[in-house]
Structure formats: C-alpha cells, structure tokens
C-alpha cells in the first residue's frame, strides 16, 4: 500500500509507501472485522495495527472523524480515487497532509502515516490533497496580440493544462483555472497549440491520439473553451516523435505545424490550408532532429517578424534557437547550457507585457536554485526581441504532478 506524505504542499510529494481508497458515508461494523470486510467503493479504517476491531467505512468527504478523531491505525482505500488524510480538521493543511493511493481490490492496507489524522477527503488527482487539481499562472497584458498563447483573445498570455486524471484545464492568466475538458484527454500522446489553423480568428488546439495515430483539430471558442473536434488526420500520425505549432512559417497567413520522424530524424513543414487541415509536407531537414528532446514554437524571438523554434540537444542540454526564415529554418545560435534540469517548454507567447516573445520551463528532480528545488517549479524567461532570453526567474513551484501543459 502506498501512501505519500506531502511535506510541501506546493512541491513534489515524498512517497512514503501507501495506497488510497475512496469513502461515502461514515459507520462502524462489528467488532472483529478483517481487512476484507471493507466493501468496494469504500474508505475503511480500524484502531488497530492489524486491520481487526471496529471498522471504520466512508466514502464521503469527512470534515471531522468525531469519535474517531486520532485513532486511525491500520487503512485501506478501495476506490478509484486517493484520499487525503488530514493531521487537521476542516481538511486544513497547516499540520501534515498524506495521501492514500487507490486499490479498488483492496489488496494493499497499512498505516495512515501518522496517528493524528482528523478529517478526510476524495480527489482525483494526489495534489488536490494540499492545492488546487491546477498550477498557479500570472501573466501581464501584451500591449499587441501575439497571434498565439491566447485562447481568450484578451492580450493576455494563457495556459492549457492537462492533469493526471486526463482533465482540461484553461489558466487565464489571473491565478485562477477553469475546467474546460472534464476527462478523456490522456487518450493523446501530442498536444498542440499555436494560432488559428481552422481560419476563423480564434486559437485552436490540435491533439493525436495515441491508439490510432489520427490527429484532431479542437477549434478555440475565444473563451477558452474548445469546441467539437474535427479529424484533420486519418492516421499514420504515430511516427512524429514530437509534433510542434510554429505559426506561419511559409508567409501565406496561416498557422503551420513542424514534425520530427522518429525513424529518420527528419523534420517537415505541415502547412495550414484555409479548411482547417494540413498540406502536403516539405521537408526541412534531412536528419539529426532525434537529437533534440523539447521543443517550443515561441513565435518571432529576434525581431524579423517571422515565427522562431527553439530545442534542446539532448545529450548537452544546450538550447538552440532556429531563426524562421521563408518556409524554413535558418542557421541556429546558442541561447544557453544546462538545459537537461528542465522537464518541458512551454511557449507562452509574450506573458510579462513588454511586447517580446517569451519561453518558460517547467523542472525535473535534477532542478536546484536558491528558490527551488526538484521537479514542478516554473521558471520564466523574458524574451529581449533580439533572439536571446533574460536571465531565469523562478515564478512558483505548484507545477508537479501534472500531465503535460501547453
């Protein structure tokens, strides 16, 4: 059974060893009751080491335990959900907060993690524990529209989120989130976002799922929302290792996509088309793009008007800018070393209003500052307009336990 102690509650949780189970509805059942009695669907737990004695059954959320406040000794969760285990009343977090994995079969059973727990919750994901299911995003308002990054069309820069309950969520900008896909979205293995592929001046999402390799437009609906998908590609799409929106990289107005094959490390230009889908593909480098292992379509960083890429080589950890040229890419430059301590980029379009193009990074275990350590910070980037980034600036580090952001 596992279960993990989330010691920061805005940081990655330090597994301890346990499992999680969903409760409704509290009551106690005969005395000698064995780790089996626990129905399915429940939250059980005893006041004992071993598991035997009055149980204790809920799946509901509990405010307070009542009688059973400080007792919990031997837990098991069979539902699909974890379950927090508050030191605190009311769910509070200024005491510890541990988090019960599910096991619906009930196989798994231990000890609470400490025997102070008075209240109890049911979430989907383990960080709903101590935080919101979403991170924290502030962005400033661009004095002109960066053509991307912008789901409400409001200027200013917005995030989509997925978490690890394959939900949705839209980060305006403001520190708040909204629910915009209520589950499902882990069937794709590739999001992507930058500009209006389907022409009708509203940021789109495209999606490829990861079963059939079909690739999927999710037009924006200008608040943030998506609307009813549009299949842009039959299949096949499963050999693009990464899939990347660049904006208009041919110069005819519309947003185009860039892939690398897997097989042979090309890289190909997909251009938009004025239906929505995509053209036929020109290629753009013959080889060597299996090299790099992030990616992030930031839009025009030096200036020229024309949409830019930056990657990361994977054996150095440098990160490189490709200037866009016409329907290309030009010679690239180095933007920085050290690189390999990032999980993702993240292209947010130009989040501190200074009207330049910017990059954040989201970080991995390896990641250390004076401010931050290990995976789930985010750092920003200002961009300069002259093709380089300011110096890092760690902003939070609520962005664990996530599955994937763009």
């Given at each position: ?31 000698q009751a064995a780790i089996s009695d626990c129905p399915s669907g429940y939250f059980c737990a005893w006041k004992t080491d071993n598991g035997t004695g009055t149980m204790y059954k809920t799946n509901a959320n509990a405010p307070t335990l009542g009688t059973w406040d400080n007792t919990f000794r031997s837990v098991v969760n069979r539902t699909n959900k974890f379950v927090c285990l508050h030191e605190d009343p009311n769910h509070g977090t200024d005491g510890d907060v541990y988090s019960v994995y599910p096991d619906p079969s009930g196989t798994e059973w231990g000890g609470p993690g400490s025997n102070s727990i008075s ?288």
């Open positions: 059974m596992r279960t993990s102690l989330l010691k920061r509650l805005a940081t990655a949780a330090t597994a301890l060893g346990l499992t999680s189970a969903a409760l409704l509805g509290a009551g106690a059942s005969p005395a209240s109890l919750k049911f979430v989907a994901t383990e960080r709903e524990c101590a935080m919101d299911p979403y991170p924290v995003w502030h962005a400033a308002e661009a004095p002109k529209a960066a053509g991307f990054g912008d789901l409400d069309a409001n200027r200013t820069a917005d995030v989509l989120v997925r978490d690890k309950a394959g939900r949705l969520w839209f980060l305006p900008g403001n520190g708040s989130g909204k629910l915009v896909g209520s589950g499902g979205w882990q069937a794709f293995n590739a999001l992507v976002r930058h500009g209006d592929f389907s022409r009708d001046g509203k940021e789109d999402v495209i999606a490829r799922e990861a079963a059939t390799g079909k690739l999927w437009l999710y037009p924006g609906t200008g608040t943030g929302s998506l609307g009813a998908r549009m299949l842009i590609g039959t299949g096949g799409w499963n050999v693009m290792s990464r899939l990347v929106g660049v904006g208009d990289l041919n110069g005819d107005t519309r947003s185009d996509l860039v892939a690398v094959e897997k097989s042979s490390g090309k890289l190909w230009l997909y251009p938009g088309t004025t239906t929505g889908t995509l053209g036929s593909r020109v290629l753009l480098g013959n080889g060597g793009w299996n090299g790099m292992n992030a990616f992030a379509g930031t839009g025009d960083l030096n200036g020229d008007s024309r949409p830019d890429l930056v990657a990361r080589e994977a054996s150095t950890g440098k990160l490189w800018m490709y200037p866009g040229k016409a329907g290309t890419f030009g010679a690239r430059t180095l933007l920085g070393s050290g690189w390999n301590v990032m999980d993702s980029l993240l292209a947010v379009g130009d989040y501190d209003g200074d009207g330049h193009h910017d990059l954040a990074a989201i970080t991995n275990s390896s990641y250390s500052s004076n401010v931050f350590r290990g995976d789930g910070a985010l750092i920003l980037y200002s961009g300069t307009g002259t093709g380089k980034f300011q110096a890092g600036f760690p902003e939070t580090d609520s962005w664990w336990q996530l599955n994937g952001a763009f």
